[in-house]
């Protein structure tokens, strides 16, 4: 039966996004928790909208349909060469080459390297979420492979954390509010508000000293009259630990 045609990997394809979806959006909350640690910011200003959930939704579906179609590529060209022979185990396939390029992509996101799908695979957990829902549904169920599902999300949850504190690491454009002589820098959303806090420009360094204001911006204006609200290029941004008294 034709590759293209094959009513088993429409299955698992179907089976894998709705996974991977489900495990993306939890795995988020680990992501955030990593995010807002970088800045001193505690879980209890976790913020997971519906914009979020569309956003996951539509990057895992795009990052699986990018694997599938890279591991039907691939093979139809190892077809095309006499002497390389195809095994008939496709999964096989499709699980060697996600497993490339997955630890490529954990590589150049480490590196903060810009390439053409960093939105999709770097600003969410979607690569430990398809990952894991690949073994999940791949691997059988049993007391011999539970520590092997067991491992993997552990890893999971590790990567997303990391990748959350990398992101915040690496950011490098952020809102700027100015007010008179201040000048604060947006950090996250957090319901419907801004979570700021001031930002020497100069020093690039951000003292813990963090504010909710409104995130609507007629409502804003209306509470600081003399503010100004632009992003900027800041360069990174190094978040200043909290003054603590023995």
């Known amino acids: 039966m034709s590759f293209l045609k094959d009513m088993s990997l429409k299955s698992f394809s179907i089976r894998w996004i709705i996974s991977s979806i489900i495990l993306c959006c939890i795995l988020n909350l680990f992501y955030s928790i990593g995010f807002l640690k970088y800045y001193n910011l505690d879980s209890t200003f976790i ?11 539509i990057y ?25 022979k195809i095994k008939k185990n496709e999964w096989s396939l499709l699980a060697l080459i996600l497993g ?15 390439y053409l799908l960093r939105n999709i695979f770097g600003d969410y ?13 791949m691997i059988k169920k049993n007391i011999r492979t539970l ?5 993997a999300m552990f890893f999971s949850i590790a990567l997303a954390n990391h990748m959350g504190s990398t992101n915040a690491l690496h950011k490098e454009n952020y809102l700027i509010i100015k007010e008179k002589e201040k000048n604060y820098a947006v950090l996250s ?10 930002v020497n420009l100069k020093t ?9 204001i409104d995130s609507d911006k007629d409502r804003l204006k209306d509470d600081m009259p003399d503010m100004s609200l632009s992003y900027e290029n800041t360069g990174r941004l190094k978040a200043r630990p909290p003054i603590t008294i023995n």
């Open 189 to 198: 959303n957090y319901n419907d508000t801004y979570i700021i806090a001031p």
């Open 47 to 57: 913020d997971f909208s519906l914009e979020d959930a569309k956003t996951i939704f």
């Open 125 to 137: 957990p979607t690569l430990p979420a398809l990952l894991v829902s690949f073994l999940l549904i």
């Open 100 to 114: 490339i390029i997955f630890a490529l992509l954990v590589v150049l996101n480490e590196l903060d390297i810009n």
């Open 60 to 84: 895992v579906l795009i990052g699986a349909i990018i694997f599938i179609a890279l591991a039907m590529i691939i093979k139809l060209l190892f077809q095309g060469i006499p002497f390389v």
């Open 147 to 151: 520590p092997i599902l067991a491992l």
């Open 204 to 212: 690039k360094s951000i003292e813990p000293k963090f504010q909710l």
